[in-house]
């Protein structure tokens, strides 16, 4: 029930108020410390030390890849393909072109809002595809509630973090300027309604703002003020 609402990022004593990452290898390790405190990590609430997963904390149980499910590997909620594929850069090199040669693109495969621990194994499995309703499929990842549709390539993720990727999703497409479809908009839509901004959603937002230099608006305002403005 509790643990259900991973509260991420709950309680750092201090935050820096840094410069945005600038890449995605800066994010990730920018991301570690920011999540070290309650080291949960976001499709299965998994409790994590360092780079291994603990799987019994949640009743994990791997479905094929048993040594990757064992690693927590940082997952962007809108993916980097869907980001890049918005682009041009992608057409004429994929990924690496984009992160080499598209600024902007980089802006958005850093953004901390963007990023969560993940399980390997489940980051592995969601791939590039696209949230969505699913019926439920027990026992796919043992107690896990995130369920992974190869055929269809759609994920639906567990209840407590729906409402997170959703607002996620508003962001990311604001602030880069990316196309949602009307089906995903609608869904996003119905989600932001149906599980509405928690006590945890606001304490990241505020603690990823003082890192990124801004908030999430879909989550609610942040207070700069709070941030420290000296590395710690």
């Given at each position: ?19 945005a990452p600038?890449?995605f290898a ?154 949602l479809s ?51």
């Amino acid at each position: 029930m509790i643990r259900c609402l991973i509260p991420l990022l709950c309680c750092l004593a201090s935050v820096s108020l840094n410069a945005a990452p600038a890449s995605f290898a800066e994010a990730k390790r920018l991301a570690w410390p920011l999540y070290a405190k309650q080291s949960t990590e976001f499709y299965c609430g998994c409790k994590y030390s360092g780079n291994r997963v603990d799987l019994r904390s949640c009743g994990y149980s791997p479905r094929k890849n048993a040594g990757r499910a064992k690693r927590i590997e940082w997952e962007h909620i809108v993916p980097a393909w869907v980001i890049g594929h918005q682009r041009q850069c992608w057409q004429q090199g994929g990924r690496k072109n984009c992160a080499a040669k598209d600024v902007q693109f980089r802006k958005a495969e850093a953004d901390l809002h963007n990023l969560v621990p993940s399980i390997g194994e489940v980051n592995g499995d969601r791939s590039n595809y696209s949230f969505a309703w699913l019926p439920q499929q027990p026992h796919q990842y043992g107690q896990c509630q995130t369920v992974v549709d190869f055929k269809a390539r759609k994920v639906m993720p567990r209840p407590a973090i729906r409402g997170m990727i959703a607002r996620t999703y508003f962001y990311m497409a604001d602030r880069y300027q990316l196309r949602l479809s009307k089906q995903d908009r609608q869904l996003y839509q119905a989600w932001d309604k149906a599980y509405p901004v928690k006590r945890w959603e606001q304490q990241r937002n505020q603690q990823v703002a003082c890192v990124m230099g801004w908030g999430n608006p879909h989550v609610g305002k942040v207070e700069m003020s709070r941030c420290a403005r000296k590395r710690t």
